[in-house]
């Protein structure tokens, strides 16, 4: 007997989409596997790494513990929606390639879209507190001073 689905809609960086999903799918893997959007990366899947971090509705949430059928009507943006209409990369994602804020860059979208919440949320303000706030997102390789930096760049670009 097939399992039953349910009717998901997401909108996801600025399209609509209809899915007919098991009702236990998480977002994490609307995203990727129903979706095609892989930039948001799989690690841990259990809710501690936040290589899965992506935005729903402003506010940052690790995907694989949300299940697409809650996220139904949100606005979530993923990494793939963070750089401007016409390509130009995001300040956040050009702070991290001029600090070489990452090594194999598996953790990266998950890191730059928690550093965009970060400075949203107002957790910027010293590199001590950025490194509280951004201690959900695990980087195997240790690229933590660049990460820092390239956050404490934006964030005071953005309160000049
Ligand atoms: Fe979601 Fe690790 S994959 S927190
Ligand atoms: Fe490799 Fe962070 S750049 S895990």
Do not use: W
């Not at 893997?29 to 935005?55: I, M, Q, S």
């Not at 956040?92 to 919440?117: E, K, N, R, W």
């Amino acid at each position: 007997m097939a399992s039953p689905t349910v009717s998901v809609a997401l909108r996801v960086n600025g399209h609509a989409h209809t899915l007919d999903l098991d009702p236990r799918t998480t977002l994490l893997d609307a995203l990727r596997e129903h979706l095609g959007l892989t930039g948001t990366k799989v690690g841990c899947n259990h809710g501690t790494c936040g290589a899965c971090t992506v935005h729903v509705d402003g506010r940052r949430q690790l995907a694989c513990l949300v299940l697409a059928a809650a996220a139904s009507g949100r606005i979530i943006t993923t990494i793939e929606g963070l750089a401007g209409a016409d390509g130009t990369p995001h300040p956040m994602q050009a702070a991290f390639v001029a600090h070489d804020a990452l090594q194999c860059g598996y953790c990266t979208p998950g890191q730059i879209m928690s550093a965009v919440a970060c400075i949203e949320e107002g957790h910027a303000g010293d590199d001590a507190t950025i490194r509280e706030y951004m201690s959900g997102n695990l980087c195997r390789c240790g690229a933590y001073p660049g990460i820092v930096a390239a956050i404490r760049d934006v964030a005071s670009a953005g309160a000049d």
